[in-house]
């Protein structure tokens, strides 16, 4: 058949329209406060989530993911990788080997919808929620919750005493509301891939020994007044709150070793650098902030303007792996690595961090733009 331009071209816009008239997302704005013990690894809190159903279905049932809990032994993640059929060099670790106190784990108690206890059952590290009354098309309900966790020792992304020594690396640590679309729930269970979640507003308290530096995703709201970098001194502990409006994700790191630099990038974006006081890495992360800044003019110019006022490059981590408004990269001994791969998690600040495509069942949609991107910015700053 001879189909003209011009009729595919009107076909496609119109099937477009149709698409865009029934698109729709879900939201989620979280306020979490949360205390750290430093000294033995755990932490409590308490989560008030505001969930939005802008479906076009009445849902029964929400999920949770709690993503600590794949560093147990007997997790999913654990028999993946013992039975041969996960192998990933990265995972240095043998999770059915790890202590008690290496462990990680992440529980929910006193989880209620509007005020009513709901059921929930928990599979490794998705908690399933029957709901006490459905959530029509449209409506809002309020979960509360509290939590309960331990910070694993660093085996993939998230964890304790990183490779290089930092001490929390806070990816994936808060019960983190799973994302509903046009494909259904998210609920995979975490065994080292990647991530999909719901946007909104963070709200986030940390409660932390005083000697630690926090770097975080969102903005410090209220700072100490002799220094503006540091949360408020509460005792023996900094309070430090930070604001992320619509982000999809929520991810921290803490160091008493951190130095905190600040360099000014293009339309008033404060870039951030946090590195511990290691004198082998120490040049190299100095050297990579005006070329940061340079970088993220390219990906201004070249895919579009960066919507935050902030974006944080944090060692910690096991890799380099791309959050809202940071990353964390476990490199500085060397530079060129040390560059390329924030070349590389800064380009995936509009393609996870923006476009937010799902990663779990179409990696390649963020993952080659990040490449792409991030090799052709390295090849001109
Ligand atoms: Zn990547």
């Keep these: 058949m001879n189909i003209s331009p011009l009729f595919l071209f009107l076909s496609l816009f119109f099937i477009n329209s149709i698409q865009s008239q029934n698109y729709w997302q879900q939201e989620v704005d979280y306020k979490i406060t949360v205390d750290i013990n430093a000294k033995n690894n755990s932490y409590k809190g308490d989560q008030e989530i505001i969930y939005t159903n802008n479906s076009l279905d009445t849902l029964n049932k929400v999920f949770f993911h709690l993503y600590f809990n794949a560093f147990r032994k007997g997790s999913d993640m654990a028999v993946r990788l013992n039975n041969g059929d996960d192998i990933n060099t990265r995972f240095d670790l043998d999770i059915s080997k790890l202590k008690p106190e290496e462990e990680g784990f992440l529980g929910v108690t006193n989880l209620k919808q509007d005020n009513v206890n709901v059921e929930t059952y928990l599979s490794d590290t998705i908690l399933e929620v029957t709901l006490a009354s459905p959530l029509l098309p449209g409506s809002s309900s309020v979960f509360t919750m509290d939590f309960k966790g331990q910070v694993p020792v660093t085996i993939r992304r998230a964890g304790r005493d990183s490779p290089m020594g930092v001490k929390f690396s806070m990816a994936q640590w808060y019960p983190k509301m799973s994302e509903y679309d046009y494909e259904g729930w998210n609920t995979a269970p975490y065994t080292g891939r990647?991530?999909?979640?719901?946007?909104?507003?963070?709200?986030?308290?940390?409660?932390?020994?005083?000697?630690?530096?926090?770097?975080?995703?969102?903005?410090?709201?209220?700072?100490?007044?002799?220094?503006?970098?540091?949360?408020?001194?509460?005792?023996?502990?900094?309070?430090?709150?930070?604001?992320?409006?619509?982000?999809?994700?929520?991810?921290?790191?803490?160091?008493?070793?951190?130095?905190?630099?600040?360099?000014?990038?293009?339309?008033?974006?404060?870039?951030?650098?946090?590195?511990?006081?290691?004198?082998?890495?120490?040049?190299?992360?100095?050297?990579?902030?005006?070329?940061?800044?340079?970088?993220?003019?390219?990906?201004?110019?070249?895919?579009?303007?960066?919507?935050?006022?902030?974006?944080?490059?944090?060692?910690?981590?096991?890799?380099?792996?791309?959050?809202?408004?940071?990353?964390?990269?476990?490199?500085?001994?060397?530079?060129?690595?040390?560059?390329?791969?924030?070349?590389?998690?800064?380009?995936?600040?509009?393609?996870?961090?923006?476009?937010?495509?799902?990663?779990?069942?179409?990696?390649?949609?963020?993952?080659?733009?990040?490449?792409?991107?991030?090799?052709?910015?390295?090849?001109?700053?």
Excluded: C
């Design 194 to 381: 990647e991530f999909h979640g719901v946007w909104g507003d963070f709200d986030v308290t940390i409660k932390i020994d005083e000697e630690y530096i926090v770097a975080s995703s969102g903005y410090l709201q209220e700072s100490d007044p002799s220094n503006f970098k540091l949360g408020i001194k509460s005792g023996k502990k900094r309070i430090w709150n930070f604001l992320a409006p619509k982000v999809h994700d929520f991810t921290w790191a803490a160091d008493p070793d951190y130095i905190h630099d600040i360099y000014e990038g293009a339309n008033g974006v404060q870039l951030n650098f946090y590195y511990k006081n290691d004198p082998e890495i120490i040049e190299n992360w100095k050297a990579l902030q005006p070329i940061t800044a340079e970088l993220l003019k390219f990906f201004n110019k070249n895919i579009g303007t960066y919507p935050y006022k902030q974006y944080s490059v944090v060692q910690g981590g096991d890799g380099g792996m791309e959050y809202s408004m940071l990353t964390l990269v476990n490199y500085g001994k060397d530079f060129v690595p040390l560059v390329s791969v924030t070349s590389h998690e800064l380009a995936h600040a509009w393609f996870q961090g923006v476009l937010a495509t799902n990663e779990m069942n179409h990696e390649w949609m963020d993952e080659g733009s990040a490449s792409f991107f991030g090799d052709l910015a390295e090849s001109f700053v």
